[in-house]
């Protein structure tokens, strides 16, 4: 597709159960990033991917939480045992690394919402 | 959709003065700056990019000035029009990494 694709982009559970968030990046991009933003707060990083490297996963608030990103391209954020305090809009964004200069420009999905009951 | 930004420091301004949003920075090694527009309901927006060797840098309407002395950023917008109100949000990426930290935002709201 075009842009960065997110899906579900609502998702209601309930406290206890797991869920998984999917992210689909532009077609070439080799970083993929996953942030959480709860109601009137800035962007949480949470994980990043880059290529065939080991991700950086300083961002995970706990053990609950856990991604991967298989062939390179689709991401799945999974959260486990939810709990109301992982009530938050979950965003994906993915952007190019130029060698030498680093990432430039993420682009961002809509995100998906996530409401713990 | 869900409003962003319901608690976030806001600037309010009138259709057609110039508005300026800071941003102060905490890692005086970052080496990239990037500017994002987030409009209620959406994913954020990429507006403009500073790296540290520069102090400023124009777009369309739109300039970022950096000052690394004092770990600050601004974005200064030319003739603020009501498709500008949005939540703004500045990101610093530290060397040798490639993960980008935003800051809290602020919400800009543009009166007719």
């Known amino acids: 597709g075009a842009g960065v694709s997110q899906s579900p982009s609502n998702k209601v559970t309930e406290k206890g159960k797991d869920v998984e968030l999917r992210c689909d990046p532009i077609?070439?991009?080799?970083?993929l990033y996953w942030y959480r933003q709860s109601l009137g707060q800035g962007l949480e990083f949470l994980i990043y991917f880059q290529g065939n490297s080991a991700p950086d996963k300083s961002g995970l608030p706990s053990d609950r939480f856990s991604a991967e990103r298989t062939g390179g391209s689709v991401s799945t954020l999974t959260i486990q045992r939810t709990q109301q305090e992982d009530s938050a809009v979950y965003l994906c964004?993915?952007?190019?690394?130029?060698?030498?200069?680093?990432?430039?420009?993420?682009?961002f999905g809509e995100g998906s919402r996530l409401t713990v009951l | 959709g869900e409003s962003v930004g319901l608690h976030l420091p806001t600037l309010s301004v009138q259709e057609g003065d110039n508005s300026i949003i800071n941003c102060a920075y905490s890692n005086s090694a970052s080496d990239y700056f990037i500017w994002y527009k987030q409009e209620s309901g959406k994913g954020p927006q990429f507006i403009i990019d500073?790296?540290?060797?520069?102090d400023k840098r124009q777009g369309q309407r739109v300039t970022v000035l950096l000052n690394k002395t004092v770990k600050h950023l601004s974005l200064q917008i030319a003739a603020t029009q009501p498709g500008d109100s949005a939540v703004y949000f500045c990101?610093?990426?530290?060397?040798?990494?490639?993960?980008?930290?935003f800051g809290t935002g602020t919400r800009l709201q543009v009166f007719p």
């Open positions: 500073i790296r540290s060797n520069m």
């Open positions: 990101a610093e990426r530290g060397l040798n990494t490639d993960k980008l930290i």
């Open positions: 077609s070439g991009h080799t970083a």
């Open positions: 964004a993915s952007s190019l690394k130029i060698s030498g200069l680093g990432t430039g420009e993420l682009f």
